[in-house]
């Protein structure tokens, strides 16, 4: 077989540049920004708690005034709703873990996805995978790194803000305002 000759690498080289640039990518479409907001009932105390720690080192135990002491990992399926009370309609789930990172500050590691259960994008998740310095409290930002459905691709990040917080039991409402940029 012939090799393809250069010129027509460059010809087609020069389709594609013309094609794709950074608001247009060939495959996928224009990317778009999407807002999103919700509130996360982060609940570990009860008889059907959300949230369940499942492991700390053996030097760090949890008390009451210390839930999620450094090395706690915490599985997730936190229920999403519209507004704060947990009985506005449910928009979504959160389900994966986050880890108390922070040694010298309280500070979590969060990997967790986000999925749409309502809505234009039902179905539809993003993923966090990020650090939370939850004590710089109101507008600390979270990294979300992916995404699948109509999130596939996704970038962008959350804005949180504590609606409500039990530091006894750890209980938490947060405020989470999204921006997404997708395909
Ligand atoms: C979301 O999608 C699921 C699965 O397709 C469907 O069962 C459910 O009724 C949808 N919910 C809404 C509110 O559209
Ligand atoms: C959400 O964050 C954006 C900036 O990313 C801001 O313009 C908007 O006002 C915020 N919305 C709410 C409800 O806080």
Do not use: W
């Not at 760090?60 to 915490?74: D, K, L, Y």
């Not at 691709?153 to 999204?178: F, Q, S």
């Amino acid at each position: 077989m012939r090799a393809p000759s250069l010129f027509f690498l460059a010809v087609l080289l020069v389709h594609i540049s013309l094609q794709c640039n950074a608001t247009t990518n060939c495959q996928l479409g224009s990317e778009k920004t999407t807002n999103l907001h919700f509130y996360l009932h982060d609940t570990l105390s009860g008889n059907d708690p959300s949230a369940v720690p499942v492991a700390h080192g053996d030097k760090f135990t949890a008390n009451p005034g210390n839930p999620v002491p450094f090395s706690s990992v915490v599985v997730t399926d936190d229920v999403l709703t519209e507004g704060p009370d947990r009985q506005s309609k449910v928009v979504g789930n959160a389900q994966g873990l986050y880890v108390s990172s922070g040694k010298r500050e309280f500070s979590l590691v969060l990997g967790i996805d986000f999925e749409l259960t309502d809505g234009p994008f039902n179905g539809s998740s993003f993923v966090v995978f990020s650090r939370n310095p939850v004590l710089q409290g109101n507008g600390r930002e979270l990294s979300i790194v992916g995404g699948r459905g109509a999130f596939r691709m996704a970038r962008g990040y959350a804005l949180l803000k504590t609606h409500y917080l039990d530091t006894g039991n750890g209980d938490a409402i947060i405020e989470y305002n999204v921006t997404l940029l997708h395909y």
